[in-house]
């Protein structure tokens, strides 16, 4: 093995398709970000695992994209019926032992440009989109979603609160104590800033981390928090803090890695 081997990205190509020239389903910074060089290699060196899967990336600024937002899994019918102008080249650029990400747009509701953490976070967002038509291949995604849906449900027998979580739509906002705990032990910027809005948002912000750093990195539920008027306690339990600190980050990992090793030759569309 080379040295250069082992250092190399998961990101194997970053393509682009369509007209680069002008605005379309990309806005205008998007656009310019990507159409330089300097930021392409940045977006290549931040992704870095699973260290032994290749990511093959497939920009498309075109009209037609518009159509294909947040898509998920798709076969190849999918782009040859739906990318009448570009699904040639795309379908010429797919890769059988990679994983092929389309991306149709930077257009989510987080506004932010463009980055390599940025595209990580997304590629949650379509693989979410995959467990309608795909759930057995993206299973493991609503494993880690429920783990740690019901660790944090379970936070309120330590705190002797009642707090509520829809177990059946992690797409509603987090609000109250929960809302505190979910930043609280995240630990990512996002989290810091205080800005994960809802479950799904904090599971593609820790795949996105997974992605750049390898591992998820947790913080055990404080030990007591303001909320209101209220000073909401809990007892020292260093099981609990171990819960948190190694056991859910090692068991998302697991399910992160397994659904991406699942992923290997299949086309998503962003
Ligand atoms: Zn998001």
């Not at 570009?86 to 747009?105: A, C, R």
């Not at 109250?176 to 995240?186: C, D, R, S």
Request: overall charge neutral; aromatic content about 12%; hydrophobic content about 35%.
């Amino acid at each position: 093995m080379f040295i250069k081997d082992l250092f190399e990205a998961p990101i194997s190509d970053i393509s682009f398709m369509g007209d680069w020239d002008k605005n379309s389903s990309f806005r205008q910074q998007d656009r310019k970000l990507l159409s330089n060089p300097k930021a392409i290699t940045k977006i290549k060196a931040m992704w870095k695992f699973p260290e032994d899967i290749n990511f093959n990336i497939i920009c498309v600024n075109h009209k037609e994209a518009k159509n294909h937002i947040e898509i998920g899994v798709v076969d190849q019918k999918y782009i040859a019926k739906g990318f009448t102008e570009t699904g040639e080249d795309i379908l010429k650029s797919l890769k059988g032992d990679e994983i092929n990400v389309i991306f149709t747009n930077n257009n989510g509701s987080e506004g932010v440009p463009m980055t390599g953490w940025i595209m990580a976070h997304r590629l949650g967002h379509a693989i979410q989109r995959s467990r309608w038509r795909y759930p057995k291949l993206v299973y493991y995604w609503d494993e880690a979603i429920q783990l740690y849906i019901d660790s944090l449900s379970n936070l309120n027998e330590h705190y002797n609160t009642n707090f509520s979580i829809n177990k059946r739509n992690q797409s509603l906002p987090l609000t109250g104590p929960l809302k505190y705990l979910v930043n609280h032990i995240g630990t990512m910027k996002s989290a810091r800033d205080a800005n994960i809005r809802n479950p799904y948002e904090f599971l593609h912000e820790m795949l996105a981390q997974y992605m750049i750093t390898g591992s998820i990195k947790l913080n055990p539920p404080p030990l007591s928090f303001k909320y209101r008027n209220a000073i909401i306690k809990r007892p020292e339990n260093e099981s609990l803090d171990d819960e948190w600190i190694y056991d859910i980050p090692h068991q998302l990992k697991d399910y992160f890695e397994t659904v991406l090793y699942n992923l290997v030759g299949k086309i998503l569309v962003m």
